[in-house]
Each structure stands twice: as C-alpha cells, then as structure tokens.
C-alpha cells in the first residue's frame, strides 16, 4: 500500500466534482499547491486553506491547460461543468479587475443572462468537447471576452461611449478646466493628471491639484475637482510629469497588470492570495517598469503593452521559481508557470484585438501615461472672475466713447469696455461689474453701479456741473471677489469744462455779410443781392438789389430794406431775411457758418438758392 502524501501547510482538501458530459479520464487536476490524476479515486487533492484560487485540469497526452474551476475555500469544491469553467474564464475581460469584490459578484449572476455569456458558453462547449486549450487561439473567443467587456463598460461603469476614447494627449485643455457652477476640473483621460494654478500677479501663489483617473473610473468615484483657489490670472498646466503623478501612474499600470495575469491564478483578490509575496512582486515589477521607460526609444503603443506584459510574465516567474516569501506560496511551480504564461498570451491578443482603446483597460491607460508621446501636456492662460473660469486673460479699456471739452450741465455718456488680451476660447462678455465714482463737485451720475452688456460694455451717465473753467473727473473700477483690481483698473475719465456760448449771438456774427440770392418759379432765375449789416445794438439790418443779368444792380441807389432775425426753431438755428425765408444753419454753434445754405418759401410758388460770398 503506497503511503499518504503529507499535506501542504495551510491547505485543506478539495473535492472535484466533473460534470457528467465531460470527460476528464486522462487528466490531471492542479492546485496551487498540489495534484492528483483523475484516475485514482483514493488520492486526496489541496489547495490553500484560506483564499480562492484557481484549479486547472491538465490533458496528460498534450500537457496543456484544457479546463479551470474555481476553488472556493468555504465550500471546499470544484465543480468542472461547462458553465462553471466558462465563469472561471471571465477574469480575462480586462475591465474584470477594477471591479470591487461585491461588483464582481453582481456581474457574474447578470451576466449569465446575457447573449455575450451564452456565445462564450457556446464556444467552451466546443472547446471541451474537441479537448483544446481552454486559454484559447479562437478569433470568436477573443470577440467573445471583448463582448464581456462591454457588458462590463455598460453596466458597471461611468456613462461614455467607448468608441469616442481618444488616447492621452489628444485632449483639449477646455476638456478640463470648465465652469460648472464655478471652477471645475474634469479628467478626461484614464490615468492620473496634474493640475497646476500659478498666479500671473503673485510670484508665491501657486496651487496643485493631482486629479484621480477620468471616464472608466467606476460609478460614485469622483472624477471632477472643484478647487478653491483666488480670484486671480493664471497660467495653467495640465500634465503627467508631475513626480507625484507620474509613480502614482507607474504604480497603478504595474498593479492592473500584475492583477490580469495573476487573478486567472489566485483568483478574485490577487493581493490577498500573494499575502507577503504581492509586495516583492510589485517592488520588482515598479523596478522593472521604470527602467523600460527610461531607456525606451519612443516605443509604439503596441510595444509598450507587450513589452510590459513580458516583463510581469518573467518578474513572476523568477519569483515562484527563486527561494523567497513567493515560493512558500506557490508549491506547484511548473503548472503556476504554464498558467502564468497562458494567461499572458491570451491578455495580449485581446489588447491587440481591441487597439489598447481606453475602453478595454485601465492598465493600457496607466501604462500610456508613463510616456512622454502619450503623456498629457496642456497649458493655456485663464482668469477666475467671481468664483468662474475665464477662457481668456480679460482687461478694462477706454471705449473713447466722449471728447475732452464739455460745456457746463451737459451729460455726457461714458464707457469702459472688457477686452481680452489673449483668450483660447469664447468668453461671455456680459455681467462684469463696473463701480462708478466722482469726488465731490465733480457732477453727479445715473449709477454707482452697472455690468456689462453682451458686447461687454458697461455704460454710466454723468451730468456735469455748473462750473465753467473747470477740470472734473470720474472713476471707473473693476474688482474681483477678494477686492483686487483686474488688469486696467481702476480707469480715470478727465474733461474740461469750458464757458458757455451765446449761440445766437454767434450767429448774428456770421450772418453779417453779402449773399447772392437766386429765386426761380419755373421761369427764368431773378438775381438778388443781399448785404447785411450788424448794428450797435447787435441787432441785423439788410439791404437788398435786384440785379441785371450781367450782375449790376437795378435801382443801385434805392435797395429794399429788411430786418433779418436769426432764430431757433426746433432746436435749429434759422437766418430769416423776411417774412417766411430762411437759411437753416447746423444746430451746433461751433461750427457756423455753412458756405451755402437753401432757402425756402412756404407757399410752393417760388423757391429760393443762397450763398455767402
């Protein structure tokens, strides 16, 4: 009688239940930390007494992997059926891992139900039945993982459409930094990104923010920072240079690929089955990882991930294989190798069959992350106003909206408007508060405050004083919410006040002198010539000819007599030589008087030309 086999430290025994429609007669059943043949009923099989793992059945003939169970300490049983093994085989969907314990179980009970489980279920019969490599070259069991994984993406993770992930540094800088009911920062890449706020008015202030991974991050994980930072011009920075961001990065895309290789082996929580192990492995890996990126030549993306899963594949080899904590562990070296390596070529067909799009991995996007081709690297100028992001750097300019001489009690209309000195998107250029102030018997306005419209002006009304030959002033400022000035402010509006002007007066003045006058009814012109005089009194006194056709005037010695008025009728100022004829001088008196001016007569019959010499 053969004696007993000694059993493992820190195992128990296992029973193997196959499913009838199977058959498992010329194979082997592995553990972690034993096996049995299938053939000899009495031998007894262990497995690790205190976390789950994965048990393999070995063809004798071929020696390849072709059936994995799940070994359930708890139950103390592997049951080996179509359906269970198909379960066992989840894992390799690459979105498996960075599911929470209580979400992987969800997911196995929903996803039973689905068409892409009942398509993989389909072609592991097939497999089993034909006795192939359960880790299989079938291009309908690569789709069928991939169609797993979007069940996953679909159910489990942020809303977002897979096929509009773009890869690290194709992002715009508006992707991040948005106003969403003030500042908010929004990651838009699966890897960790770092944000950086340096004031472009205090050399001392500046403000890091290190945002968690973006889209794929699973539901109720907060992917959008809503930092508290000064009202301020800023150069910002986006980027995954950051010494922090970049071992954070590093440790995440180490961690993703130790955990897809290594969770088809230990099972659901990979660092609980390594115990001690997961740390030499990791330290070895981060090592590893770091190197590679160092002494790598602008490697493709396709590259990055082989060479990567190349260099998890051996770290864990020599660690099972090498005297250490790992060992103790992993009794059953040669068959944890050849999963090991299995497990390792079917993860990278996926990848390769899904282009290493952002929705297949989080290890992808780690990984992406640690190189500078790939790397985010964004920076614009922006300014915070009140609490929100400005797309621009914003500054108050003079509109030159009134001239410097004004007259005593005139209302003049000033303007300042916004205006961006540089800006790398659309701005709203409404709702910038101006104060208005004037010092004491400066005038008075219509408004202390007002914002500025859609064109981004802000408009104040300001009567002038009373006071003639007199400078006044006016101030405009533009503050944000800690008080502090924006570029162009405050703005100071200076103009002079001059004496008043008689305007009639100054038009008398200008009408002294001669006119030519011509009047036509239809018929042929008739020819006058009109002098005026000022006399002492200021008031106007006319003489008038009529004249030949060669210009001399009849009846030289007895002209007609007139008293011409000058008036202001309608806010315009009229030369009225008598009763109903008039010139229409312009209404500013600045600027009298015209060389020509037209004359009118009321009842249509005749119409009159004047023009002063």
């Known amino acids: 009688m053969q004696d007993e086999k000694p059993q493992p430290n820190n195992s ?10 199977l058959d498992f007669s010329n194979y082997e059943i592995h553990t972690l930390v034993d096996s049995i043949s299938l053939n000899d009923p009495d031998e007894k099989l262990y497995a690790p007494e205190d976390y789950t793992s994965t048990v393999y059945a070995i063809d004798n003939e071929s020696g390849e992997i072709n059936a994995v169970g799940q070994y359930n300490p708890t139950t103390k049983t592997v049951n080996f059926g179509p359906e269970t093994i198909t379960e066992s085989l989840l894992h390799l969907a690459p979105l498996y891992n960075s599911l929470t314990e209580q979400e992987r179980l969800d997911f196995i009970n929903r996803v039973k139900g689905d068409d892409s489980f009942m398509a993989l279920l389909e072609t592991v019969n097939i497999i089993l039945s034909n006795k192939e490599p359960i880790y299989s070259e079938r291009p309908e069991f690569t789709d069928q993982i991939l169609a797993i994984n979007d069940f996953i993406i679909q159910n489990y993770f942020s809303n977002n459409n897979p096929n509009d992930r773009v890869l690290n540094g194709d992002e715009a800088f508006s992707d991040f930094i948005k106003n969403d009911q003030g500042l908010a920062i929004y990651n838009e890449v699966s890897s960790y990104v770092s944000v950086k706020f340096k004031s472009l008015t205090d050399d001392n202030y500046t403000k890091k923010f290190i945002l968690n991974p973006g889209p794929l991050t699973p539901i109720g994980k907060e992917t ?64 590893t990882f770091r190197t590679y990126v160092l002494e790598s030549n602008n490697p493709s993306n396709e590259k990055i991930l082989t060479d990567f899963i190349s260099a998890t594949v051996n770290v864990l080899k020599q660690s099972i294989t090498d005297n250490g904590k790992c ?42 992350a640690l190189f500078e081709k790939t790397q985010i690297k964004l920076d614009e100028n922006l300014q915070k106003y009140r609490g929100n992001p400005i797309p621009a750097i914003l500054e108050a300019v003079d509109v030159n909206s009134f001239e410097s001489e004004y007259l005593p009690g005139d209302k003049v209309s000033v303007q300042v408007k916004m205006n961006a000195k540089s800006n790398y998107g659309e701005w709203e250029k409404s709702g910038y508060k101006v104060s ?17 419209n859609e064109e981004g002006i802000a408009t104040v009304l300001w009567t002038l004083p009373q006071q003639e030959n007199a400078v006044v002033n006016l101030t405009a400022e533009l503050k944000d919410q800690e008080g502090d000035h924006l570029y162009g402010s405050p703005m100071n509006f200076q103009v002079n006040i001059t004496e008043k002007v008689d305007s009639l ?31 002492e009194d200021g008031s106007l006194f006319a003489k008038w000819w009529s004249l030949y056709e060669n ?63």
């Open 12 to 21: 128990q025994e296992v029973i193997i239940v196959v499913d009838e429609s």
């Open 224 to 287: 959008i920072e809503r930092p508290f930072i000064n009202d301020d011009y800023y150069h910002v920075s986006i980027d995954q240079t950051d010494e922090e961001v970049y071992e954070r990065n590093l440790d995440k895309a180490v961690n993703k690929f130790l955990g897809a290789i290594m969770s088809g082996i230990i099972g659901v929580n990979p660092a609980e089955g390594l115990k001690g192990c997961v740390s030499t492995i990791s330290g070895e890996l981060i090592k």
């Open 327 to 368: 060992t103790s562990i992993f009794l059953n070296k040669r068959i944890i190798s050849q999963a090991i390596v299995a497990n390792a070529n079917l993860i990278f067909k996926i990848y390769k069959a899904a282009k290493f799009a952002y929705d297949v991995s989080e290890a992808s996007a780690y990984s992406f």
């Open 436 to 452: 208005w102030s004037v010092p004491p018997l400066n005038g008075e306005l219509n408004a202390l405050f007002s914002d500025t």
């Open 505 to 535: 007066a100054l038009y008398r003045q200008a009408a002294v002198g001669t006119w030519d006058v011509v009047a036509s009814n239809g018929g042929s012109p008739v020819n006058y010539e009109y002098v005026i005089e000022m006399r």
């Open 551 to 613: 210009g001399e005037r009849y009846n030289p010695c007895c002209p007609w007599t007139r008293v011409p008025k000058v008036q202001e009728i309608d806010g315009r100022y009229h030369l009225n030589f008598f009763l109903n004829l008039h010139a229409v001088q312009p209404t500013d008196p600045l600027t009298y008087p015209p060389t020509t001016v037209n004359h009118y007569h009321p009842n249509g019959t005749v119409s009159y030309a004047c023009t002063k010499r």
